[in-house]
């Protein structure tokens, strides 16, 4: 059976305290990726990522945030559920921007769907680049995602590996946070990330998530893009 990359589905928003990713449609066996990025103050958080009001299925990867800084970005994934529903984001405060990308995943192996994440970080500069590495077998395949409080129009955000756009690097809910979703396969130790310049500081934080073929995959990639609203 072939893993595939099949619906993406995002939204996003200012001074918000929840985003909402409308519609979601999981199959059986699918896998959804989920990536929330925020431009935030200080002390704003994600506190739950419920799909149809429920958190059954629903597990935090990982989330990477500092006291501080601009940006927060977390990883979610959500196995073994089925139906159409929302995908909400909650914030435990009202958030300046937030951005939040569903991804559909079909053929990832639903018993361990996720391998050794790598998170990586820039605390302040201008300008930089980021690079991510994790461990792929044939048929496996990498997500990643980044934030940056960098103004998409000073960005000049770009691919440094050999990935392929999902969400492209852009403005979300505010001028000065930019973000982007990439997708890559390989096999062995496979690298990623982004190269970016700006006159804001950085504050950049990058996940790759790998996840895992089932038994006999083999990775291809075909997807559809929906932008659906927001509410708050």
């Known amino acids: 059976m072939a893993v595939s990359v099949g619906t993406a589905y995002q939204a996003e928003g200012a001074n918000v305290t929840l985003i909402t990713a409308a519609s979601v449609v999981l199959a ?17 958080t994600v506190t739950s990522v419920p799909f149809n009001g429920s958190a059954t299925g629903v597990t935090n990867i990982t989330t990477s945030s500092g006291a501080g800084e601009r940006v927060l970005l977390a990883k979610y994934r959500i196995v073994g559920v089925t139906g159409t529903a929302d995908v909400v984001a909650n914030f435990n405060e009202s958030v300046t921007a937030a ?18 994440t790598d998170t990586d970080t820039d605390l302040g500069t201008e300008s930089g680049t980021l690079t991510s590495t994790v461990t792929l077998s044939s048929g496996d395949l990498s997500i990643t995602a980044i934030v940056t409080g960098v103004a998409f129009a000073a960005a000049t955000m770009s691919i440094s590996g050999g990935q392929t756009q999902i969400f492209a690097p852009n403005d979300f809910g505010v001028a000065d946070a930019t973000a982007a979703v990439s997708y890559e396969t390989g096999t062995g130790a496979v690298a990623g990330g982004y190269t970016w310049n700006g006159t804001l500081a ?4 990058q996940i790759a998530v790998p996840y895992l073929a089932a038994a006999g995959g083999a990775a291809t990639i075909a997807r559809r893009l929906l932008t659906l609203g927001v509410g708050n």
């Open 99 to 116: 951005l939040i990308f569903v991804q559909v995943l079909q053929g990832v192996d639903n018993a361990t769907p996720v391998g050794t």
């Open 28 to 44: 059986a066996n699918d896998v959804a990726d989920v990536t929330v990025a925020l431009r935030n103050g200080d002390d704003e």
């Open 202 to 205: 950085g504050w950049a934080r």
